[in-house]
């Protein structure tokens, strides 16, 4: 593998799989977390006991606190929270060299703004390239080195090549794709849609109504796709439809599991135990960018709505049901 330095942003569960990932084959990949004590402990443990507890981390990672860590490397994946893109992003705008790879790893839209994360990097380092990654992949299932294949966007054909061959190791299939945007809004859709899902399980709706879920949610996911101008195909591949049936149907799903605590009546600011769900941040930027565009998301709209406090569980449910039979589309 090539001896490219590799840098990842984030100390959480994904980018300590991701780091792993980047590790294979390598040494010198630094793993930066914004927390001097975890990265210690991540350091002298060899193992993110905080969220992969019993996981290796590998030789090849080194933890680290100061951005300065970060300075040469040419390929950067930036693992943080959506909503804390902004701000990561300001922090390393000086130390990324101009032509480094920023690989986007995160999957939501910024509130406020209503920006996707890959315009976010762009308006803050204006010097780097942008590729996204996403996918359906749990962090565990990475670091234990089972199969999992993920897309891989750069509108630089080129650059996504690169990225793909850099990155992908016997275990971890990275496809390329030029459609940024569409593997964008699948991932940041996914998450919604699938506190949806959790709901229903958490309701006791059966599974005939979590697949009737999916599959509508899919039909959401498809036709803000086509308000945006994205290939249909990227939403029917690894970081649309296959990124929706696992957040969709897996209690490892921070975003599944924020729905089943809300279905099983607990209270919005309660249901996510102190876990990221990024759906949570999403839900009502999603909405609005929908409604702009004149597209109809009523799953995506009761999800918003039970966040916000405007209904509850009961009432979203009874919504869906009354809505006026159509043809399926």
């Known amino acids: 593998m090539s001896e490219e330095k590799i840098a990842v942003l984030g100390a959480g569960a994904w980018g300590t799989a991701l780091a792993n990932v980047?590790?294979?084959g390598r040494s010198g990949v630094t793993l930066w977390g914004r927390d001097?004590?975890?990265?210690?402990?991540?350091a002298r443990d060899r193992e993110n006991g905080a969220y992969l507890p019993g996981l290796p981390l590998a030789a090849g990672v080194e933890p680290r606190a100061e951005p300065e860590a970060v300075a040469g490397s040419r390929v950067v994946l930036a693992v943080v929270p959506a909503q804390a893109m902004r701000e990561v992003a300001k922090r390393f705008r000086a130390i990324l060299a101009p032509g480094t790879a920023f690989?986007?790893?995160s999957k939501g839209i910024e509130r406020g703004s209503r920006r996707f994360m890959s315009e976010v990097a762009a308006e803050e380092l204006p010097q780097v390239e942008i590729a996204i990654l996403s996918g359906p992949s749990f962090a565990a299932d990475v670091c234990r080195g089972l199969p999992t294949a993920v897309t891989l966007a750069a509108r630089n054909e080129a650059l996504a090549k690169r990225l793909c061959e850099l990155l992908s190791t016997r275990a971890f299939r990275?496809?390329?794709?030029?459609?940024?945007?569409?593997?964008?809004?699948?991932?940041a859709a996914k998450n919604v849609l699938a506190i949806a899902s959790g709901m229903a399980a958490g309701r006791g709706l059966g599974a005939s109504a979590q697949a009737a879920l999916i599959a509508r949610g899919f039909a959401e996911l498809r036709r803000l796709g086509?308000?945006?101008?994205?290939n249909q195909e990227t939403l029917m591949g690894l970081s649309g439809l296959g990124d929706l049936v696992l957040t969709c149907g897996s209690a490892q799903s921070r975003n599944f599991a924020l729905g089943a605590?809300?279905?099983?009546g607990e209270a919005p600011l309660d249901a996510a135990h102190g876990k990221l769900a990024e759906g949570a941040f999403t839900a009502a930027a999603l909405v609005a960018?929908?409604?702009?565009?004149?597209v109809e998301m009523?799953?995506?709209e009761q999800v918003d709505a039970i966040l916000s406090g405007a209904i509850g569980v009961d009432q979203a449910i009874e919504t869906l049901l009354m809505r006026p039979l159509k043809a399926e589309a």
Do not use: F, N
Request: glycine share 14%.
């Open 22 to 24: 980047a590790a294979t």
């Open 36 to 42: 001097p004590a975890h990265v210690a402990a991540l």
């Open 103 to 105: 690989i986007v790893c």
């Open 174 to 187: 990275l496809y390329r794709s030029t459609d940024a945007l569409g593997v964008e809004i699948g991932g």
């Open 226 to 230: 086509r308000a945006y101008g994205v």
């Open 261 to 264: 605590a809300l279905g099983r």
């Open 289 to 294: 960018m929908a409604k702009e565009h004149g």
């Open 298 to 300: 009523p799953i995506a």
